[in-house]
């Protein structure tokens, strides 16, 4: 197999461009299928769609299936309509079950039907009872290309059947043991079943405490399991532990990623907007209600300052740190929520006592934090303004209070609305920098109008 790198990769992908463009399809097929999977799906995304039309006829189906599969659903669905419409049910049947249920539950209903309707009866009867799980469960999430094996079967018969089995199974580093009812029983990995005697019933060497999920379970829940127990793949059974098929750790690295980035949209209110095949009109369309409702929040801090008019006007040099107040109030209750928000989602700040704690951690850090900013902004302001000390100290104490209060601020909002069950990356991030930057800013008028006398 051929590793690519940076060095020979532009090299490497003009050969395969020559061959097609040459007709050698015996000189492409021999350097493509030599590349790692990975790097066949890049380069396959860089072919033109006349190039691409040369390679459904030069690899067979078996060989195209391991493409497909990683590709993204946008270009999946590109190369189905590309793609001989006899040949697609034949395509779709090399794929696992979890994978074709992700492409066909993206595409129009009547022409998933259309493909299911071409499909051999028991797998397109199987894809069907997989959609009607809802999204972002592990029943949608499962793939049914299993290995079982009955209690008293033995080593050595579980290991014969395996030879044949396994090319069609998702994974076979667990064998999942069932009764004639297909009831789970327990669970043994393949390097048991190599080291086991090959007499030696399954029942004698398998776990019989084993975790496993319903097909209702949240897919987040899901990867919390197999992140927390180190598995390559968890059961999903009935009520009755019937085992209906296995949700494995691939699946689950693609929950995390879809996870955290719909975490970073909320947390920036840029929610589906972050994909860059998204048009501009689309992604301004769905920023655009978070900016409107974030700046008649704005508004607030217009009529802090318009309130404090004559203070300003009286004393114009306060004008000068206005950024900066309001800056910093957003940057720590922005860490605060972040660090909030992380705890939320591994699940540890459910107990109350966790979250006091985190609290009382939170309201000390600030306390350090305002100190120390509002010594150094204490001394800078004294630079602004040499005639007097007051000036520094309605500067540096404002820096304080802000700092200390948006702490506890963006501590407790995204906690609040978590209890609420709503996601507090949707209901914090934006939100909490504008109040904090509202609070600042009267707190900064308020000591500067009470300090004036001094002046």
């Given at each position: 197999?051929?590793?690519?790198?940076?060095?020979?990769?532009?090299?490497?992908?003009?050969?395969?461009?020559?061959?097609?463009?040459?007709?050698?399809?015996?000189?492409?097929?021999?350097?493509?299928?030599?590349?790692?999977?990975?790097?066949?799906?890049?380069?396959?995304?860089?072919?033109?769609?006349?190039k691409r039309h040369v390679i459904y006829d030069?690899?067979?189906?078996?060989?195209?299936?391991?493409?497909?599969?990683?590709?993204?659903?946008?270009?999946?669905?590109?190369?189905?309509?590309?793609?001989?419409?006899?040949?697609?049910?034949?395509?779709l049947e090399e794929l696992s079950a979890d994978?074709?249920?992700?492409?066909?539950?993206?595409?129009?209903?009547?022409?998933?039907?259309?493909?299911?309707?071409?499909?051999?009866?028991?797998?397109?009867?199987?894809?069907?009872?997989?959609?009607?799980?809802?999204?972002?469960?592990?029943?949608?999430?499962?793939?049914?290309?299993?290995?079982?094996?009955?209690?008293?079967?033995?080593?050595?018969?579980?290991?014969?059947?395996?030879?044949?089995?396994?090319?069609?199974?998702?994974?076979?580093?667990?064998?999942?043991?069932?009764?004639?009812?297909?009831?789970?029983?327990?669970?043994?990995?393949?390097?048991?079943?190599?080291?086991?005697?090959?007499?030696?019933?399954?029942?004698?060497?398998?776990?019989?405490?084993?975790?496993?999920?319903?097909?209702?379970?949240?897919?987040?829940?899901?990867?919390?399991?197999?992140?927390?127990?180190?598995?390559?793949?968890?059961?999903?059974?009935?009520?009755?532990?019937?085992?209906?098929?296995?949700?494995?750790?691939?699946?689950?690295?693609?929950?995390?990623?879809?996870?955290?980035?719909?975490?970073?949209?909320?947390l920036m209110a840029t929610r589906g907007s972050?994909?860059?095949?998204?048009?501009?009109?689309?992604?301004?369309?769905?920023?655009?209600?978070?900016?409107?409702?974030?700046?008649?929040?704005?508004?607030?801090?217009?009529?802090?300052?318009?309130?404090?008019?004559?203070?300003?006007?009286?004393?114009?040099?306060?004008?000068?740190?206005?950024?900066?107040?309001?800056?910093?109030?957003?940057?720590?209750?922005?860490?605060?929520?972040?660090?909030?928000?992380?705890?939320?989602?591994?699940?540890?700040?459910?107990?109350?006592?966790?979250?006091?704690?985190?609290?009382?951690?939170?309201?000390?850090?600030?306390?350090?934090?305002?100190?120390?900013?509002?010594?150094?902004?204490?001394?800078?302001?004294?630079?602004?303004?040499?005639?007097?000390?007051?000036?520094?100290?309605?500067?540096?104490?404002?820096?304080?209070?802000?700092?200390?209060?948006?702490?506890?601020?963006?501590?407790?909002?995204?906690?609040?609305?978590?209890?609420?069950?709503?996601?507090?990356?949707?209901?914090?991030?934006?939100?909490?920098?504008?109040?904090?930057?509202?609070?600042?800013?009267?707190?900064?008028?308020?000591?500067?109008?009470?300090?004036?006398?001094?002046?």
């Amino acid at each position: 197999m051929v590793m690519l790198n940076l060095k020979n990769r532009e090299e490497y992908t003009f050969y395969l461009h020559l061959y097609l463009k040459q007709e050698k399809k015996e000189e492409f097929r021999r350097d493509f299928l030599s590349l790692h999977p990975t790097d066949q799906i890049e380069i396959f995304q860089e072919f033109s769609e006349i190039k691409r039309h040369v390679i459904y006829d030069y690899l067979s189906i078996e060989e195209f299936s391991n493409i497909f599969v990683g590709l993204p659903v946008k270009q999946q669905k590109i190369v189905i309509s590309e793609f001989d419409e006899h040949r697609v049910p034949t395509l779709l049947e090399e794929l696992s079950a979890d994978d074709v249920t992700d492409f066909l539950s993206g595409i129009p209903d009547h022409i998933a039907n259309y493909f299911l309707g071409r499909m051999n009866k028991n797998d397109a009867d199987n894809i069907k009872r997989l959609l009607s799980y809802h999204d972002d469960t592990a029943g949608s999430l499962m793939t049914t290309e299993i290995i079982t094996a009955l209690e008293m079967e033995t080593a050595e018969n579980v290991m014969q059947r395996l030879r044949t089995e396994a090319k069609d199974a998702e994974t076979i580093y667990y064998i999942y043991v069932t009764d004639e009812k297909r009831v789970l029983k327990g669970v043994l990995s393949l390097r048991e079943m190599i080291l086991a005697e090959p007499t030696q019933a399954v029942v004698d060497i398998m776990k019989k405490q084993f975790i496993s999920v319903g097909p209702t379970t949240d897919q987040e829940q899901v990867a919390e399991i197999i992140k927390d127990y180190d598995l390559i793949a968890v059961p999903v059974v009935t009520e009755k532990d019937v085992i209906l098929g296995i949700v494995t750790v691939d699946d689950v690295m693609d929950i995390v990623e879809e996870e955290t980035t719909e975490d970073i949209e909320d947390l920036m209110a840029t929610r589906g907007s972050v994909d860059i095949e998204v048009s501009p009109l689309v992604a301004a369309k769905r920023r655009l209600p978070w900016l409107v409702i974030l700046m008649i929040l704005g508004i607030g801090t217009a009529s802090i300052i318009g309130q404090f008019e004559s203070t300003l006007a009286e004393m114009a040099i306060l004008a000068i740190f206005i950024p900066l107040i309001a800056d910093m109030g957003g940057n720590t209750g922005t860490q605060s929520l972040a660090v909030v928000v992380r705890s939320i989602a591994l699940g540890s700040l459910e107990q109350h006592h966790v979250f006091r704690k985190l609290l009382k951690r939170e309201a000390i850090t600030g306390l350090l934090m305002g100190f120390t900013c509002g010594i150094i902004a204490f001394f800078i302001a004294l630079l602004f303004d040499i005639s007097g000390m007051y000036f520094g100290i309605i500067v540096g104490v404002s820096l304080f209070c802000t700092i200390v209060i948006s702490t506890i601020t963006g501590t407790i909002i995204p906690w609040i609305v978590h209890r609420f069950k709503v996601d507090p990356a949707v209901a914090s991030g934006p939100f909490i920098t504008t109040i904090n930057d509202i609070v600042g800013l009267l707190i900064y008028f308020s000591i500067a109008s009470l300090m004036l006398q001094y002046l």
